[in-house]
């Protein structure tokens, strides 16, 4: 039974600025405990609470397995790493900012393919002329999978990708992508189009809480503190 | 599954002894397929639905591979290995661990880490009586292990293929329905947009580029294609060629300017898929179907019924085997008769055994030609439970659901 609540914010970036933002406009001040440069934090005031500072992608497993009992994060992230979210953890309120949609992109010159339907028309003749299924790059394999399955297109293959995502058209690694925008200008200047109905999911950054991690009251009071503040 | 108990694994391995003693019997060779297995080839022929619930990992050289989801693609490969003549009749059977990722939690019905029996023909001449000798052998080895009520269920693709086959429609038409079959809402859409008045709009298609393909050849296509990609400055990526997306565009262009799929074979197609009935009842019911709407199926069905001849011959209960149209749906490598065993005393829609025919699957495995295939699978776990369940509380060992 733990006594302190543990909540993971962003470690770096854009996301860490808004997400300490957000907290400090409620008159909740995290700042970082001993070294600068160190992942460990508090909030002032409530010393129930201690703040760890992770990846962005961490938090999610975090949540997952309980280590942390609130968190900062992407709903893509969570969504991708975490089979069976809404078992897991509970989306407590999107924060309006981190927006990002996950999306399928494929070559801008494939003008016969504009839906979903036609990737999955284009299969059949894909494989014929190649000897193999196309291929998606992406680092949302389980987001892509269940998309993909939901619209009944079961003819392709997956590629991990963990960086640099949108180039693997061009370089021939994958046919097409499923990767995260927000402007859809790197997808246009790689040569990619965005499918007419190829948006998984639009993403922002949420405020979560984990369903195993160890609720003892006195971490919920200062759940409640924490929520309070930030009129959620 | 964390562990199982002494008494279980004891209990398991001993019904699994039953079963292979009724396969070896039969004349079937026992084989010990690879557990781990080369992802490549088993994702190419499963499809990435089962590849999510397969634990696929890389080895220390880079190489990606699987625990097996299940033993007859292996079995394929073993008997591709180490045959010079994959195409003469071969029979195996096999009992091991198989292992699928439960998406929510395993639970004993479906457990992540499972134990299949079962019996694989390779290569037979004579479909029908592999297929019934598949289905005999197996309910054969299921009341050797203790099992008592067993209910059938049966299907047939090969029908389905037959129907399409008979029903006047462009070919490409044929492949589309055949390939969305396995997937219920995408096909009824499909028939839908097939048979309506107003096809699709090719929207987004600039006008010119419309006027340029319209009356093409695929040459005169693939230049437009191309012309069409310089003038809007877009660079070609990828390994589609033009004249691959000049032929795509002509298929759509054909498709919008093709009649519809009269309503009427719609209707015929809808039926067919709707049909759910006692065995001998339902072939009857689809020659009534296809002779109303004016279609020919005679062929398809005489084996149809061939095929219960001949289970019934061989002891099995037709009166109470049911048949469904729509059965086969959720395995896509099956590509005619289909079965399942179940026990009333597990639950109906837990199958304890199927099977079926998977002509495809070999040469998706490597071979160089199509090869016939029949086989079967028992859920080992599934088995042992529902045999306890028909003991009762006081059975052996009161295994629950």
Redesign the interface.
């Known amino acids: 039974m733990t006594d302190r609540l543990t909540l993971a914010v962003p470690s770096k970036g854009r996301l860490m600025e808004q997400a300490l933002e957000l907290f400090s406009e409620a008159g909740l001040n995290i700042k970082k405990i001993g070294h600068s440069r160190g992942y460990r934090g508090e909030i002032e005031g409530l010393d129930t609470v201690d703040v760890a500072f992770v990846s962005a992608s961490e938090i999610a497993w975090q949540l997952k397995v309980g280590r942390a009992h609130l968190g900062i994060t992407g709903e893509d992230l969570i969504r991708e790493q975490i089979t069976d979210a809404q078992n897991r953890v509970s989306f407590l309120k999107k924060l309006g900012f981190g927006h990002a949609d996950v999306v399928i992109a494929v070559p801008k010159c494939w003008l016969d393919v504009r839906t979903v339907a036609d990737l999955d028309e284009m299969s059949a003749s894909f494989r014929a002329a190649h000897g193999r299924w196309f291929r998606v790059a992406t680092k949302y394999m389980n987001l892509s999978r269940a998309f993909f399955a939901s619209r009944g297109v079961n003819d392709y293959r997956i590629v991990e990708s963990l960086g640099a995502t949108e180039g693997t058209p061009a370089a021939g690694t994958a046919d097409l992508i499923v990767d995260i925008t927000t402007t859809g200008e790197t997808l246009k200047a790689n040569g990619l189009k965005i499918l007419e109905d190829g948006v998984i999911l639009n993403s922002q950054a949420n405020f979560v809480a984990s369903k195993s991690a160890d609720w003892s009251p006195r971490v919920r009071e200062a759940q409640n503190q924490i929520m309070q503040a930030l009129g959620v | 599954m964390v562990a199982e108990t002494a008494k279980k694994f004891q209990a398991l391995e001993s019904q699994a002894q039953t079963l292979m003693s009724v396969f070896t019997d039969a004349g079937y060779e026992a084989v010990a397929p690879a557990v781990i297995q080369p992802a490549d080839v088993f994702?190419?022929v499963i499809?990435?639905?089962l590849?999510?619930r397969t634990y696929v990992f890389t080895d220390p050289d880079g190489d990606e591979l699987c625990l097996r989801p299940d033993l007859t693609v292996p079995t394929c490969r073993l008997h591709l290995a180490r045959d010079t003549m994959p195409e003469q009749r071969a029979r195996y059977c096999y009992n091991g661990a198989a292992f699928r990722f439960q998406?929510?939690l395993d639970s004993p019905s479906h457990p992540s880490e499972f134990r299949q029996a079962g019996i694989e023909t390779f290569g037979g001449t004579s479909k029908e009586k592999d297929e019934v000798e598949t289905v005999s052998t197996v309910l054969t080895s299921l009341k050797a292990a203790g099992l008592q009520d067993i209910k059938l269920r049966i299907g047939d693709l090969g029908l389905f293929a037959a129907l399409l086959e008979a029903a006047d429609m462009p070919e490409r038409w044929r492949?589309?329905l055949q390939?969305?079959f396995?997937?219920p809402?995408?096909f009824r859409n499909e028939l839908k947009r097939l048979s309506a008045d107003q096809p699709v709009a090719l929207k987004?298609?600039p006008d010119d580029?419309m006027r340029a393909l319209k009356d093409a050849n695929p040459m005169e296509a693939e230049q437009s294609?191309s012309d069409?990609?310089a003038e809007s400055g877009?660079?070609?990526?990828?390994?589609?060629?033009p004249m691959?997306?000049a032929?795509?565009?002509l298929t759509?262009i054909e498709d919008q300017n093709a009649d519809p799929l009269p309503t009427d074979t719609a209707a015929l197609i809808e039926s067919y898929v709707g049909v759910s009935a006692p065995a001998r009842a339902a072939g009857a019911r689809l020659r009534d179907l296809t002779r109303s709407h004016d279609i020919d199926l005679s062929a398809a069905l005489d084996v149809y019924h061939q095929r219960l001849d001949l289970l019934q011959e061989a002891g099995i209960d037709v009166v109470h085997t049911d048949f469904a149209a729509e059965f086969g749906r959720s395995l896509?490598y099956y590509t005619g008769f289909v079965f399942e065993a179940y026990a009333p005393s597990l639950a109906e829609d837990i199958p304890i055994a199927g099977g079926g025919r998977y002509d495809n699957l070999l040469q998706a495995a490597g071979a160089e030609n199509a090869i016939p295939a029949v086989g079967a699978a028992i859920h080992t776990e599934r088995l042992l439970a529902a045999v306890a369940n028909e003991a009762g509380p006081h059975g052996a060992e009161g295994e629950g659901q």
């Open positions: 994702l190419d499809g990435e639905t590849r999510a998406p929510i492949q589309r390939r969305h396995w997937r809402e995408a987004n298609l580029l294609v069409y990609l877009i660079d070609f990526i990828g390994v589609r060629t691959e997306i032929e795509c565009l759509m896509e």
